[in-house]
């Protein structure tokens, strides 16, 4: 058995290479062997966002707290709230983050397919988020 109290493992601050605005990332689990599951606990501050990626084996999203904004490419965005959970199949390009004015939390539970678990693309624009919220 191996146990990892609360404070172990320090929160982490990822670059804006992949988000837009300010987003913390605390490790549940971290995917390495044996097993390829990787689930973190993933916090937006308001208004901040994944670029668009896609999951080689798909992506589960379970939120926490606060309200978030998921978009899936040719889809109309959705709201989320504490509760709901959302499934991205694999190669399925979206993106996803907090509201406007209020943070969002998730777990976001993924799967390494040959020591990856994204495929990033180019950032949501302002514009193109700006739309989500207005649906």
């Not at 929160?11 to 992949?18: C, T």
């Not at 899936?72 to 694999?90: I, K, N």
């Amino acid at each position: 058995m191996k146990i990892h109290h609360a404070g172990d493992r320090p929160s982490q601050i990822p670059g804006n290479e992949y988000f837009t605005g300010t987003v913390r990332f605390d490790p549940i689990v971290t995917g390495n062997d044996p097993s390829p599951v990787k689930i973190l606990t993933v916090t937006f501050e308001p208004g901040a966002r994944t670029a668009w990626h896609t999951h080689p084996a798909g992506q589960t999203l379970h939120v926490l707290s606060g309200l978030g904004l998921a978009g899936s490419e040719g889809q109309p965005a959705q709201v989320l709230r504490p509760g709901d959970t959302v499934w991205f199949a694999p190669g399925e390009r979206h993106w996803h983050g907090a509201s406007p004015d209020c943070a969002m939390t998730h777990l976001a539970v993924q799967t390494s397919v040959e020591g990856k678990t994204a495929d990033w693309m180019e950032h949501v624009s302002d514009e193109d988020y700006s739309a989500a919220r207005a649906e």
